[in-house]
């Protein structure tokens, strides 16, 4: 494993052509452990890659949703050609600790990875199960190994955080992961409020490591890159200068700093939230260069001095305004930052495009999280990151925090949908909570039956309907593997064995038999 020439080979593959490392084979051969290992990710990983590459040259899509269990896993796989595993779901319903609560990333680090690891091991049982029945003359009717792609919030801590928790969805048999550009810190669900974004350079750095870490296990993980900046405010550092184009700053010179206001408001008992949303009103919020912009003559003079965004700092663009004969613009980032300290952003598309274009060497497809679904905001963020990045995959999250009813879209729209967005470049859909959503249908649906009209709720409504629409757990025996495990433990004792499981005294014998229900 300690290689170099192996490891160079690995890191050259044709499917690694547009990634970018700060590293090299060597530096992954010195952090190799010298006992091989294979993992199933890898097999999985070069799975996902391919079907990846394949749906993007037809400007088709592979579509899914969060799943919960592995009910869930091995029932979608029978139609599905990607699982997604989600961090909001297993906050939750699956939180190490046993406590569910809303997403905020706060619970145990090894929760996500735990829930890969039960859903992987269910979809390889069952996938080994149905070979082993189709041997007995059972046909296989569908392949139960479906690449999962999990939620890697935003790394759980620092850069070695990152490559521990990358670490352990490779062992638990991730096809990929996506990792988000918020501050560990803060992190939300990306449809709540109050997001604080990282530095641009920050997330590279967590990209970086994440990649080190599957070069390490010779694992061609999928990396999915996510920018919340579309509806941030706020954000952690002002040490990248491709920030420095959104920061905001106050630009009204008679203001205190908007933490020495609230303060006091808090010690006078006042109302803090109204009196930071006047102070914001009365600052006249910003960017640098809208400030200088303001002051120029020329359109010339605008053109040359926009083409510096992202290109140099705030303090190195006000001597080049400077020299252009603007002197005096009052434009200060510190005044509105937050109690935590904390800088003011102005998000949107164009945060979340350039974001995006520096964020594509390091990652296999990126996702900006929005507000609501819509084809011109999609359109507009493929175009601007594909003019630098032309052959970049892209990912949507077809998210249930959508009112989708709210979109005035009719059937034919709402079906079209991922059509549209698959001829854009976007290859991989996914809706983050429908496992968490249909469990809560069905299963106020049947209780709400069962409480009025007994066991007939359950035959009509269950039973019955698995029976006539051909879902496997009808007969959940069978589904469970009990046959598989009959064939484990006759094979221990020679077939000589008395107890199986799936012996003649079994009662699902009783549905190979069809009974014509009272009418």
């Not at 160079?8 to 990634?19: A, G, N, S």
């Given at each position: 494993?300690?290689d170099?020439?192996?490891?160079h080979e690995?890191?050259t593959?044709?499917?690694f ?17 010298p006992?091989?290992?294979v993992?199933?990710s890898?097999?999985?990983a070069?799975?996902l ?6 749906k ?10 969060g799943?919960?269990?592995?009910v ?8 599905l ?9 297993s906050?939750s319903t699956?939180?190490i600790?046993n ?11 090894n929760t996500?990875p735990?829930?890969?690891?039960q ?11 149905m070979?082993e029945?189709a ?10 190994l ?14 070695h ?6 670490k ?9 992961i996506?990792?988000e550009?918020?501050d560990?810190?803060t ?25 080190l870490?599957?070069?390490i296990?010779r694992?061609?993980?999928i990396?999915?890159c ?5 509806a941030?405010t706020?954000?952690n550092?002002?040490s990248?200068i491709?920030?420095h184009?959104?920061?905001l ?6 203001l ?20 930071t ?8 919020l910003i960017?640098f ?8 003559g020329s359109?010339?003079?605008r053109?040359?001095?926009?083409k510096?965004?992202g290109t140099?700092?705030?303090a ?7 020299s252009?004969?603007?002197q005096?613009v ?5 005044m509105?930052?937050?109690r935590?300290?904390y800088y ?13 274009k520096?964020?594509?060497?390091y990652s ?21 990151v ?6 970049q ?6 998210s249930p925090?959508f009112n989708?009813?709210?979109t ?7 079906k ?16 983050t909570l ?7 249908l069905?299963?106020?649906?049947f209780?709400?039956?069962?409480k ?13 309907q698995?029976r ?5 757990t ?12 009959d ?19 079994n009662?699902e ?11």
């Amino acid at each position: 494993m300690r290689d170099v020439d192996a490891i160079h080979e690995f890191m050259t593959l044709p499917r690694f052509k547009d990634t970018k490392r700060p590293y090299t084979a060597k530096d992954v051969a010195r952090l190799t452990p010298p006992v091989p290992r294979v993992y199933a990710s890898a097999f999985m990983a070069t799975k996902l890659w391919k079907l990846l590459n394949d749906k993007y040259a037809k400007k088709s899509f592979s579509h899914t949703f969060g799943c919960l269990d592995p009910v869930q896993v091995v029932q979608a796989s029978k139609y599905l050609e990607t699982i997604y595993i989600s961090g909001w779901q297993s906050s939750s319903t699956a939180s190490i600790i046993n406590e569910p609560g809303p997403d905020l990333a706060d619970y145990p680090y090894n929760t996500v990875p735990n829930k890969c690891d039960q859903l992987y091991r269910a979809m390889e049982f069952h996938e080994t199960r149905m070979l082993e029945a189709a041997e007995r003359g059972d046909p296989k009717t569908f392949d139960c190994l479906t690449p999962i792609i999990a939620d890697a919030d935003a790394g759980h801590g620092g850069n070695h955080a990152m490559m521990r928790l990358t670490k352990l969805f490779i062992e638990a048999g991730a096809a990929g992961i996506h990792i988000e550009d918020q501050d560990q810190s803060t992190k939300k669900c990306g449809h709540m409020a109050g997001k604080v974004l990282v530095s641009t350079q920050q997330h590279i750095d967590r990209l970086v490591a994440a990649r080190l870490q599957a070069d390490i296990c010779r694992v061609p993980l999928i990396i999915v890159c996510r920018t919340d900046a579309e509806a941030a405010t706020q954000i952690n550092s002002n040490s990248d200068i491709r920030d420095h184009p959104f920061i905001l700053g106050c630009t009204n010179r008679a203001l205190e700093a908007l933490q020495i206001v609230i303060q006091r408001v808090a010690m006078q008992g006042g109302n803090v939230s109204q009196a930071t949303k006047k102070w914001r009103t009365e600052a006249n919020l910003i960017t640098f260069w809208e400030a200088v912009d303001r002051k120029l003559g020329s359109a010339a003079q605008r053109e040359k001095w926009n083409k510096l965004k992202g290109t140099t700092s705030i303090a190195n663009a006000a001597l080049i305004a400077k020299s252009m004969g603007i002197q005096d613009v009052y434009w200060n980032m510190d005044m509105p930052r937050s109690r935590e300290g904390y800088y003011q952003i102005r998000g949107g598309l164009e945060c979340c495009i350039e974001r995006g274009k520096a964020y594509a060497p390091y990652s296999d497809l990126i996702w900006m999280e929005t507000k609501k679904p819509g084809l011109p905001l999609a359109r507009k963020f493929a175009n601007g990151v594909k003019s630098m990045w032309p052959d970049q995959f892209l990912a949507y999250n077809l998210s249930p925090s959508f009112n989708w009813d709210a979109t005035g879209w009719s059937d034919q729209e709402l079906k079209n949908f991922q059509i549209e967005l698959g001829k854009l470049g976007y290859n991989w859909m996914f809706i983050t909570l429908a496992g968490f959503h249909l469990n809560a249908l069905a299963t106020d649906r049947f209780a709400r039956a069962y409480k009025q009209e007994y066991m007939l709720a359950y035959v009509r409504d269950i039973q019955r309907q698995e029976r006539n629409e051909g879902v496997e757990t009808l007969t959940h025996q069978k589904w469970s593997g009990a046959h598989f495990v009959d064939a484990k433990v006759q094979t221990v004792s020679g077939g000589l064995g008395s107890t199986s499981a799936m012996g003649e005294e079994n009662t699902e014998k009783q549905f190979g038999v069809i009974v014509k229900p009272k009418m």
